[in-house]
């Protein structure tokens, strides 16, 4: 047993900068106390903010779909409550920056919206749908999705939010090309209806009331060739300048989209007059304007005129240089907000919502400074962790601390008058429940299948993230008003580097394992090893391993006992696994006994600097695949793209991978490599591999065989690269259906035959798609090999071509390997060992 000692270090550090009102006012990230809203500029924008009773919510299919300049001039120019309802959270999309795919990929691009929405002020919301993939059509994507649950999240966000306008970026006529996205539209007209009818999904009745917008916009938009705006359509401009952020909606959208690092979308900023264009789907025509006809300050409702002359006073009063001199401004919004009268729906709404911010905003206008923070980033149930809570008054405002309340216990009173700038600390012990939660994100917690996540609680639906991490609750008096505010404990430290470090407090199970391979690939009855990692989260562990394997496979541990004595140290146990000729695949499920009591969770971690450290739990588990695998060849020379896993599954099979950099490409004798890959989007994010075009050409001249994985070629990504010896064009041509049928163009090319014979049940098993970027406009000198075509459409040539130059052969493929092998699928196995085995002339 080998003991040995993992430091995991935060990734994310809080920039204090200002950042919208908005933000600060609706979402309390689990991961910060605070984001700066003490700045003038900000406490002002939130007073003015309160005179507005409108909101608008912004729909479309995808993390990165949404108009974030139009959002940032909604959200800060007219203060509007605005939102973003993305029906998906991305997890079928690609990765530029690393190797996660599906459910971490999808738990990565939340966050990059989340930190989008923190720089543009708007706030977000999800649906439960997954995303499987690119999609051709939205009859494709209702065959996947179930149409009806996916409406019923629409219909509930509307409902809960309350939006006066609905915005769609896509058309219901197609012309956003992914079937997700026209989707999206048509579900947005339907929910438009539906959301005000008592009798669509009354389930929903129990914890909200209908709502009926007023008006259903498309924002048309000019994409490459497709131009669907119109100068007849409503025109506004987005363009301007704010003073209190002291910059335009042109920058502020720039980093706010330029938050989607995962899918390359950094953006310039740009400055001066911005038209955006608008159609009216659904809603009172006759009134002009994008939000005519609709009243959205506190006119809309009788009785309110002493509280809109009371907040017109609080902006006529700030003083930029003492925010604290509008505390009684404020209190006094305060306590008019209360005595509202609680009959029509509508205001009420409006008065909690206007509470809320009034209340963040005496709390940054007094200077209060409120945190907590743990000892450790993680703890286990029933265990007991140390506290540290720290307050400050940075204002010579009256206030006082009356009371502190820990989670899971009971509240605790203080009495204490808070001196100016004097910094108060305040130790606890809190002991964590036995039954607590773990802090994996909700909507991960149960397995699911490819159309949606499994969320059962309505309450929980379309929220963005978890909102019950433990948190401290601070009492306080301003003036002689109590108010009472909540900080999620937090693990703060520094980085010699990065300086002040916050990430989430975790909770979690007393040991996690990690498996050393997703897929484990026995192409013979040769042992294969498989490493389990067992990490403790708490002191003194002791148990055993219990392993679980699928038919005809014969598993042999060299010991099963553990023990660990230290938190955050782990034990390390070796399997000897054979597959038999009976061997059937399936999953080898791994977990620890200890106590009479098993445990099974893997832990994958997400780690950027430019979202918030992530993590969820999954079953600790390998796919076994008995493999009928032959192959030629050993030496395999990979040069890295955007992220995959193929060197590792080509590992998996007994080949030896070596990594190709670009000294080593222009240096190197790559003579001695049996095969070269390139991995996906290689020549995208690589800009000098396409200098290195003559050598690799020389390379296939002289023997050797080079495959390209697929890249994009697009109006914002070109491909200026000149791949082959022969000319073809990266077109965007792709087959969606996993399953889509394949033909065989010539059933005698060595591909098909040498060393492994290629049938129809070579593409059994496939995942999400076939393959992508095809290539198109094909030189005669290159051999097409398969045929296929999603329903109702052309056959598509160029997944797979090769050239045979010189001596050797060289490779395009658009076929998904990236997606593949990592799934464990056989034939992909049995395929891209015949391309790596093409022989020489």
Request: glycine share 8%; proline share 5%.
């Amino acid at each position: 047993m080998l003991l040995t000692k993992r430091f995991y270090r935060s990734l994310y550090v809080v920039s204090y900068f200002f950042l919208p009102a908005l933000l600060f006012l609706f979402r309390v990230p689990v991961w910060a106390q605070e984001q700066n809203p003490y700045r003038p500029g900000a406490i002002l924008s939130g007073i003015e903010k309160l005179k507005v009773t409108g909101s608008v919510l912004y729909i479309a299919a995808h993390p990165d779909d949404e108009n974030t300049r139009l959002l940032a001039y909604l959200a800060n120019e007219l203060k509007l409550r605005t939102g973003y309802l993305s029906l998906t959270r991305g997890d079928g999309g690609q990765n530029l920056i690393g190797t996660e795919q599906g459910d971490a990929l999808g738990l990565l691009r939340t966050q990059e919206l989340l930190a989008a929405r923190s720089v543009d002020g708007a706030a977000q919301f999800f649906t439960r749908a997954n995303d499987f993939g690119f999609s051709k059509n939205p009859e494709e994507t209702f065959n996947i999705w179930d149409k009806q649950l996916v409406l019923a999240d629409v219909v509930w966000a509307i409902r809960r939010f309350r939006p006066d306008v609905l915005i769609t970026r896509f058309p219901t006529t197609g012309e956003g090309g992914h079937g997700h996205h026209t989707a999206s539209a048509i579900l947005a007209s339907e929910a438009f209806d539906a959301a005000g009818d008592p009798k669509r999904f009354p389930e929903q009745l129990k914890y909200v009331g209908v709502w009926q917008p007023k008006k259903l916009y498309w924002n048309t938009f000019k994409f490459g060739s497709v131009n669907t705006t119109a100068e007849n359509q409503l025109k506004l401009d987005v363009g301007g300048f704010n003073p209190l952020l002291g910059k335009g909606y042109g920058e502020l959208s720039a980093e706010s989209r330029s938050k989607h690092k995962s899918q390359g979308f950094g953006t310039a900023k740009s400055r001066g007059a911005q038209l955006e264009y608008f159609k009216l789907i659904k809603g009172d025509s006759s009134k002009v304007g994008l939000f005519g006809g609709i009243v959205q300050d506190w006119s809309r409702f009788p009785g309110t005129s002493e509280l809109a002359s009371a907040i017109d006073r609080a902006i006529q009063n700030f003083q930029t240089k003492h925010p604290a001199q509008s505390l009684p401004d404020l209190l006094r919004i305060y306590n008019s907000l209360k005595a509202l009268p609680g009959t029509d729906p509508s205001l009420q709404y409006y008065r909690k919502l206007k509470l809320k911010e009034t209340k963040n905003l005496l709390f940054a206008a007094a200077g209060l400074w409120l945190e907590a923070t743990s000892a450790q980033y993680s703890c286990v149930p029933g265990e007991k962790m140390n506290i540290k809570v720290q307050v400050l008054a940075q204002s010579n405002a009256k206030v006082q601390l009356v009371g502190i309340s820990y989670p899971y216990q009971e509240d605790s009173n203080v009495l204490l008058p808070l001196k100016q700038e004097q910094l108060y600390s305040f130790e606890h012990e809190m002991k964590i429940p036995e039954d607590a939660r773990y802090s994996d994100p909700y909507w991960l917690r149960s397995p699911h299948p490819i159309a949606n996540y499994i969320v059962n609680q309505q309450e929980l639906i379309g929220q963005a993230e978890n909102e019950d991490a433990p948190a401290v609750r601070f009492k306080v008096l301003i003036g002689k008003q109590a108010f009472s505010v909540s900080r999620p404990i937090v693990y703060k430290s520094v980085d010699p580097v990065k300086g002040e470090v916050y990430r989430p407090f975790e909770i979690l199970p007393p040991v996690t394992l990690h498996l050393s391979d997703k897929v484990l690939v026995a192409g013979d009855t040769a042992p294969r090893q498989l490493q389990v990692e067992i990490q403790a989260h708490s002191d003194s562990q002791k148990g055993k391993l219990v392993i679980t394997a699928p038919s005809g496979w014969k598993v042999q541990a060299v010991q099963e006992n553990f023990m660990i004595p230290k938190a955050g140290q782990e034990a390390s146990i070796l399997l000897r696994i054979t597959g038999t000729a009976s061997a059937k695949d399936g999953l080898l499920k791994a977990e620890v006994e200890i106590d009479g009591k098993r445990y099974g969770k893997s832990i994958q971690r997400i780690s950027y600097d430019h979202v918030p450290y992530q993590f969820f739990l999954q079953e600790a588990s390998t796919k076994l695949v008995k493999l009928d695998l032959k192959k030629r060849g050993n030496n395999i020379g990979y040069i890295p793209g955007a992220g995959d896993e193929v060197a590792a599954s080509l590992q998996q099979i007994g080949y030896k991978v070596t990594t190709l950099t670009n000294e080593q490409l222009a240096q190197a004798d790559l003579s001695k490599f049996d095969a070269i890959v390139a991995g996906v989007r290689a020549y995208n994010v690589n800009e000098q591999l396409a200098s290195y075009k003559v050598r690799l050409m020389q390379y296939v001249e002289q023997g050797g065989n080079y495959i390209v994985q697929y890249n994009t070629n697009s109006r914002l990504g070109p491909l200026k690269a000149k791949l082959g010896p022969w000319p073809f064009t990266v077109s965007s041509k792709r087959v969606t259906d996993e399953n889509a049928t394949v033909s065989f163009l010539d059933p005698d090319a060595a591909v098909l035959n040498q060393p492994n014979r290629i049938t129809a049940k070579d593409f059994d098993a496939w995942v999400q798609e076939r393959g992508t970027y095809f290539a198109s406009n094909i030189d005669p000198r290159y051999e097409k090999v398969f045929s296929m075509h999603d329903k109702n459409e052309a056959p598509e040539e160029g997944s797979l071509i090769i050239g045979k130059y010189g001596k050797g052969n060289f490779v395009y493929t658009g076929l998904v390997f990236f997606r593949e092998l990592p799934a464990g699928v056989p034939g992909a196995y049995r395929l891209f060992a015949n391309i790596l085995s093409l022989k020489k002339r």
